[in-house]
């Protein structure tokens, strides 16, 4: 496969972030803002969400038929799916509680631009969805749909209910969404 020198530059570019923040191993569910510090340590604070409801849900079961039908969004060049290798974590715990929680909390903080250098996270069980803020950014609700089904077409190793980790790197827009195992090294 031949790459052309801008992708291999975004993915030399993103492997140096991946070990930027690394995620506490576990913290109860719910949604945090996670920085390093100037002592190069992970801070993390709760994020207080609404109590959102009426939230539109998606088709999101593994393998369906809107999982990726076509991308909905004209994502910015050099948009690419990652599968990093790292922890596996529980199916159950991404797909039937971290989605739909991390779809909650971005919707209910969409029009909230995440700080620089930030995580936007939702810890359910052992799985942490999320959203990378290389730069002031909102998290948007139909991004996380969209990158979610992009990631999970080509990050497909699934076994006995668990799942290997993935992320969409969004260069574009200094942003990354994925979906990862606590206590794994992101961003």
């Not at 995620?23 to 190069?40: F, K, R, W």
């Not at 599968?83 to 159950?92: R, T």
């Not at 069980?125 to 909102?138: D, I, K």
Request: charged share 15%; with cysteine.
């Amino acid at each position: 496969m031949k790459f052309s020198p801008v992708l291999l530059i975004s993915a030399i570019f993103g492997s140096a972030l991946a070990d930027s923040i690394t995620l506490p191993e576990s913290l109860p569910n719910g949604s945090y803002l996670i920085s390093v510090g100037a002592d190069g340590k992970p801070t993390w604070t709760e994020v207080a969400t609404a109590n959102v409801t009426d939230t539109p849900k998606r088709d999101i079961t593994p393998g369906s038929t809107s999982a990726r039908l076509g991308k909905r969004f004209p994502w910015p060049s050099q948009t690419y799916p990652y599968c990093p290798g790292g922890d596996w974590f529980l199916l159950s715990d991404f797909y039937d509680h971290a989605w739909n929680a991390f779809y909650d909390s971005c919707y209910a903080n969409g029009n909230h631009k995440f700080p620089q250098g930030t995580v936007f996270a939702n810890y359910q069980g052992n799985a942490v969805a999320y959203m990378c803020a290389y730069s002031a950014n909102p998290c948007s609700a139909d991004e996380w749909v969209d990158a979610v089904n992009w990631v999970s077409s080509n990050c497909v190793g699934r076994s006995d209910g668990w799942m290997e980790p993935g992320y969409l790197h969004v260069p574009g827009w200094n942003k990354r969404y994925g979906y990862a195992k606590g206590g794994s090294s992101i961003c």
